[in-house]
């Protein structure tokens, strides 16, 4: 081995910024309902069937203590007739109904009436059971307790969102419950028809009076619409308008195409007019040219020349040549019509191009004379049409407010025939007996399909919530989420329960080494990178792994760490600084002594208590010497030392040490190092606990790095274990395939 430094001061290291004391556990708690149902799903089965069991028990119970059956009378309610104060309204007055009905359903249950139905002697004869608690020493019944009983008991209520009043009253046998209800719906009748009767001859004499009214001012509104009909000498305002429309209408088509033609003849003698003021001469048009074209004469002079032109080429065919006299006779004549031609056409034109400016003359004072006299005409039907309009305007106005009082008319004929067949009628029509109460047949209380449903959610309600309150007040860490509810404590990784790998490791401390392929040995590899990422940022070259308490898996979790970290060709030393309880020695069939002990009292050199393991990048250093085990030491300058020429000779020194709940060991050494990891075991420590060793630890000057939890079980829930079982099959497939290859 290579001699490090007999003297090395170890650098000093910043530092690093701490987060404020995390106080108390963060008391929100996740729960998962899957994971808890399947947790206590023996727990829930067994509640289950012990609340039905509860149900059932309970309703035998009440069939046989508190047996009850309902009898009722279904009131409906008619909406108010109409009055002088209801007499303009269309609509049933809602809050007055609501408020009828309210005061109808306690004017049942009034003494009034009560009173009216304990005198009925049916109540006594028919409903003996119900009248016994309420007898003197006579056999009379007591008016007043009986009132009293029924003012508790009888329930009287509108039905929401209807026009119907219930009157409900249960007890234990039927035909009693019957014959009460049916005594006080009679006793109510009786009330309504001694009490409420109206007057409605006031209301005919008012609706009598405001019908004349407006009969009379629908006279005068028609007479109106006749007068004005007549002054104006219309018989119909919708024929008049239509016909003063039509004759506008056609004016304004006639002068628009008249306006047109004017615009045609105008364009037509600006384009003649710069023909004439061509300083090249007149410039005939196309049109006059093929008029001239087809006149007679030119006509005739244009045959003549194909006749000469004909015996031309006749001579031509003959032979006869251009100096032949006959040819050149010809040739004269030819000349000679061309030139008369010419001169014809020339006449012609002049002549035809003056008559064409004086037709285009005539025709433009005729276009704009005919414009003038439509205008005129416009402005005469113009004028009839909005007069007309006006009119009609008035004349509709006075037909809709014939019409609107016509309307009225006939509504207060209705509410007069209405009034004249009311008059004299009692006000208790409005509430009739909608359904007469009845014997029931059925027991209303209690019901199987509420008693039982009810027992078997009370007791399973109990259940949960007594899982609920358990779940919420264990402070047990179970896995890496219960670590993520401490404020400002990261996870740095988890250790699945080795008894749960499938590849099934001897020992969790040589897992990785023994079975490198299982989930465990994979889940040290997942915990390396995230390590290894903090490590390298930092630029740490020292991890002091501290377990909460005893057997939270400190030690596991630097052998197999270590066996993985050096497998990726980094230079790794596994320094036992537990001297309590060391076990390093033990894993790696080592002698404990010389070791840190030993080199810390300076009884042995470094290069003597370092160890080779079967990994060339794997250096052990042992506990030491027992007499040599002195607690102190591991926060002396010299362990200071120690660690700076182990930091130079090696990539990553990981130290064991003694839990921290037992020994105060973990946070000398915490200072003199560059990070360090808390290490708890799942279902062993509390919340609480971890996060006050995690403020001790932040109180140092390593850097905090994360908590491990280790053992973490697949009990609750199932989720890991089948990710435990898959990725053993994952890796056994792999290891199969590669050995077929």
Not at 522 to 541: D, F, M, P, Y
Request: charged fraction near 25%; include cysteine; glycine fraction near 6%.
């Amino acid at each position: 081995m290579t001699t490090a430094p007999t003297q090395t001061t170890r650098p000093s290291r910043p530092t690093p910024p701490r987060p404020a004391p995390a106080g108390q556990p963060s008391s929100q708690v996740n729960i998962d309902p899957i994971k808890l149902l399947k947790k206590y799903f023996f727990l829930l089965g067994v509640a289950g069937v012990l609340g039905v069991a509860v149900g059932i028990g309970g309703y035998m119970v009440l069939l046989r203590v508190a047996p009850q059956y309902k009898a009722q009378t279904i009131f409906e309610v008619d909406p108010p007739r109409k009055t002088v104060a209801t007499a303009n309204t269309g609509d049933v007055n809602k809050a007055e109904l609501e408020r009828y009905m309210a005061s109808q359903a306690q004017a049942i249950i009034s003494s009034q009436v009560l009173d009216r139905a304990v005198s009925d002697p049916t109540l006594l004869s028919e409903a003996a059971n119900w009248c016994a608690p309420f007898l003197d020493n006579n056999g009379r019944l007591i008016s007043a307790d009986a009132i009293m009983e029924l003012q508790e008991t009888l329930v009287s209520r509108p039905i929401p969102n209807t026009n119907y009043i219930q009157l409900e009253l249960g007890y234990s046998k039927k035909n009693d419950v019957y014959t009460v209800v049916a005594v006080v719906t009679r006793a109510y009748e009786r009330f309504l028809r001694e009490v409420t009767r109206i007057d409605q001859q006031p209301v005919r004499d008012q609706l009598g009076q405001r019908l004349k009214e407006l009969q009379d001012s629908i006279e005068r509104d028609q007479n109106a619409i006749d007068r004005l009909l007549l002054e104006n000498q219309i018989e119909s305002v919708d024929a008049k308008l239509t016909e003063a429309g039509e004759e506008l209408d056609l004016a304004v088509r006639d002068r628009a195409s008249v306006q047109e033609q004017i615009s045609v003849i105008e364009t037509q003698m600006e384009e003649y007019q710069r023909e004439l003021n061509d300083p090249t001469g007149a410039q005939i048009p196309d049109d006059i040219r093929q008029r001239v074209q087809q006149n007679p004469l030119i006509q005739r002079l244009e045959g003549q020349l194909q006749d000469v032109m004909a015996r031309q080429r006749s001579l031509e065919r003959l032979g006869f040549g251009a100096e032949h006299p006959s040819r050149k006779a010809i040739q004269a004549d030819i000349d000679g019509l061309r030139e008369e031609m010419a001169s014809r056409r020339v006449e012609l034109q002049e002549q035809e191009f003056d008559n064409a400016i004086n037709s285009l003359r005539l025709s433009l004072a005729q276009a704009r004379a005919l414009e003038s006299d439509l205008t005129g005409r416009i402005e005469v039907a113009q004028e009839r049409l909005t007069e007309i309009a006006r009119i009609g305007q008035e004349v509709a106005a006075l037909r809709r407010s014939v019409e609107q009082k016509q309307a009225r008319v006939s509504k207060t004929e209705e509410d007069l025939d209405e009034v004249e067949g009311l008059l004299n009628v009692a006000e208790q029509g409005r509430v009739t007996v909608f359904q007469s109460p009845r014997v029931p047949q059925h027991l209303a209380w209690p019901r199987r399909i509420v008693v039982v449903p009810a027992g078997f959610l009370i007791v399973m309600g109990l259940t949960t919530g007594f899982i609920l309150v358990r779940e919420l007040l264990d402070q047990r860490v179970k896995g890496p989420a219960d670590i993520a509810m401490i404020p400002r404590t990261p996870v740095l990784g988890m250790l699945p329960d080795v008894a749960e790998d499938p590849s099934r490791p001897e020992r969790a401390e040589s897992a990785f080494h023994d079975r490198p392929a299982g989930v465990f040995a994979e889940s040290v590899r997942q915990l390396r990178i995230a390590l290894s990422t903090k490590v390298q940022q930092a630029g740490h070259r020292s991890v002091l792994i501290v377990p909460a308490s005893p057997e939270s898996g400190g030690t596991t979790l630097v052998t197999n760490l270590a066996e993985a970290i050096s497998r990726a060709d980094a230079r790794v030393l596994i320094l036992d600084a537990n001297l309590r309880r060391p076990a390093v020695h033990k894993l790696f069939n080592l002698d404990p002594a010389p070791g840190l002990a030993d080199v810390l009292a300076k009884t042995a050199e470094v290069e003597d208590a370092l160890c080779k393991t079967d990994n060339a990048n794997l250096d052990v250093m042992t506990v030491g010497s027992s007499e040599h085990r002195v607690f102190e030491r591991l926060s002396t300058e010299t362990m200071s030392e120690l660690l700076a020429r182990l930091e130079a000779r090696y990539d990553l020194v990981l130290l064991d040490v003694a839990p921290a709940q037992v020994a105060g060991d973990a946070a000398g050494l915490a200072n003199r190092v560059g990070g360090v990891v808390l290490v708890t075991r799942a279902m062993a420590q509390k919340r609480g606990l971890i996060a006050r060793l995690k403020n001790e630890l932040s109180g140092t000057n390593a850097e905090f790095l994360g908590v491990v939890v280790n053992g973490v079980r697949s009990a609750a829930g199932g989720y890991f274990k089948r990710n435990m079982r898959e990725a053993h099959a994952y890796q056994h497939k792999a290891k199969k395939t590669a050995a077929d290859a």
